[in-house]
């Protein structure tokens, strides 16, 4: 089924994202305003001497009354200053799980399974092949056990113990890594699309690990692969309410009961991209935890086009005709997710972007609607704002389009491509194992900024800017650490099964 492209975002923008970024801007005003002002003064004081200030002090003449009402202004505007920021949200630490061998998917494996199970559908093997040749991933991806019986054996059972097994070994590898007591956990938020059991997930972790019975726990359903950066939205949220707490964030997909038994060719895709992962992160706004942290959370920004019936429809779980439950992916797919995209960058850019390039972006626009609407449109360079990118390894398409449109290099794209090619599309926890792999190979440095991209069904993208507060060690464990000295690896167009 081929797939619409994705727009140039060349094309026109909508002028109340433009404003909703600016809005950003302008509630910070006043920090902005004050906080050069202040240090003027500050400086000031410091370059005269006591004799200086003394003899300041003695000629305004001020009596006892104005020197109290004024001292209390400065306490009561200093008060409501330090009050009203928001608190800021540390990224401890994460853990991704690392699929073990057992459970690798060579093409040849795939490919057969597939026959296996079409025996009277030769055409719906041929499109299986097709996809998977041209997909960008590797001979390495990992499908969980049921999926390799043949036929795939999805039950309720299977899928709770997929769901164990990739959380529970994320989770306990991040213990490891942060010497993290389950007591210590305040808040809990845990997002998996299309396996809503019950109890939920959350509940499921609660009991495992024994967490306390006051914990704020949230479990977050049918959000697509984007889920995971809500989740990190919506943890900073409670963060800001809760002070001195720790938010222990679960991003995964279970693989297990999605599996899609028939043979219509949008809802074929899934079986061939999709494969298992997780991802645990540790958030926290205690201000200790800034030592030994390794990112801020600067800026999430969410896109949603729920409204429009096309972005609604365009990853829709539904049956097909034969009763086959599964997911179908519209044609429309690209062509919407570079909508929200554009609409998503065009907020993001006032709270990123360098003056200049927010001055060419805004003037460019207000020109092309005031003046003359075939002036070509200006497109911010993001490789001024952010050293690094983690775009949702989706597919090859996907990374693709936005290589081209945002002017990116191989590099900037290479985190992606490598995911996509090592784990396939994990769905939410994607981008978890492309910062890993920044990380893995040593290039994230102090002061580094990290644009993670997420899409997601409804349709949503959603992004999340996080900024490096010391320079990261290569790992020595990890989901990359015996195959990172193999990346990155050359992807044919085409690779013959």
């Not at 370059?47 to 305004?60: M, Q, T, V, Y």
């Not at 009354?65 to 200053?81: D, E, K």
């Amino acid at each position: 089924m081929p797939a619409a492209p994705l727009p140039e975002f060349s094309s026109s923008v909508k002028l109340k994202y433009v404003k909703l970024g600016y809005q950003y801007l302008v509630n910070n005003f006043l920090t902005f305003l004050l906080v050069p002002v202040m240090a003027t003064v500050v400086l000031e004081l410091v370059r005269l001497g006591p004799d200086e200030i003394l003899a300041i002090w003695r000629s305004l003449k001020l009596d006892l009354v104005g020197i109290l009402c004024s001292a209390f202004l400065i306490v009561f505007a200093a008060t409501v200053y330090f009050m009203s920021r928001p608190r800021p949200v540390f990224l401890v630490d994460y853990a991704c799980f690392k699929p073990p061998s057992y459970c690798r998917v060579p093409f040849a494996t795939f490919i057969e399974h597939t026959r296996l199970l079409n025996l009277d559908d030769p055409k719906s093997v041929q499109f299986q092949t097709r996809i998977l040749e041209r997909s960008g991933l590797g001979e390495e991806t990992c499908l969980p056990p049921a999926n390799h019986f043949i036929p795939p054996n999805p039950t309720m059972e299977a899928s709770r113990a997929e769901a164990q097994f990739v959380i529970f070994s994320a989770i306990d590898d991040l213990i490891k890594k942060t010497g993290l007591k389950p007591k210590d956990i305040d808040i809990l938020v845990v997002n998996c699309s299309l396996f809503s059991p019950t109890p939920s997930l959350s509940a499921m972790i609660v009991n495992k690990y024994k967490l306390r019975s006051n914990i704020r726990s949230f479990n977050l359903s049918g959000m697509g692969c984007s889920a995971g950066l809500i989740s990190i939205d919506l943890a900073r949220d409670i963060l800001q309410v809760h002070p001195n707490s720790n938010a222990l964030v679960i991003s995964t997909e279970i693989i297990t009961p999605n599996f899609y038994s028939g043979n219509q060719r949008s809802m074929l895709l899934p079986n061939c991209l999709f494969r298992m992962g997780a991802a645990a992160i540790l958030l926290s706004n205690r201000r200790r935890e800034a030592r030994r942290a390794k990112y801020r959370l600067v800026h999430v920004v969410r896109t949603h086009k729920g409204a429009d019936d096309r972005a609604y429809r365009c990853v829709y779980e539904e049956e097909d005709p034969q009763g086959h439950s599964g997911i179908s992916l519209s044609k429309d797919l690209m062509a919407i997710a570079g909508e929200a995209l554009k609409s998503n960058i065009t907020t993001i850019g006032p709270l990123v972007l360098p003056v200049s390039e927010q001055l060419l972006f805004f003037f460019t626009l207000v020109g092309r609607k005031l003046i003359n609407p075939k002036w070509k449109p200006y497109i911010p360079d993001f490789k001024l704002a952010f050293e690094h990118f983690c775009i949702h390894a989706g597919g090859r398409a996907v990374i693709d389009e936005l290589q081209k449109n945002l002017q990116l290099s191989p590099e900037h794209v290479e985190a992606s491509r490598m995911t996509l090619h090592r784990f396939g599309n994990t769905s939410s926890s994607s981008l978890w194992y492309e910062l890993n792999y920044i990380e893995s190979k040593g290039r994230m440095r102090r002061g580094d900024r990290v644009w993670q991209i997420g899409f997601g069904s409804g349709f949503k993208c959603n992004s999340a800017v996080w900024k490096c507060i010391r320079t990261i060690k290569t790992p020595i464990d990890g989901p990359w650490a015996d195959c990172i000295h193999r990346y990155p690896v050359d992807i044919p167009e085409v690779v013959k099964c």
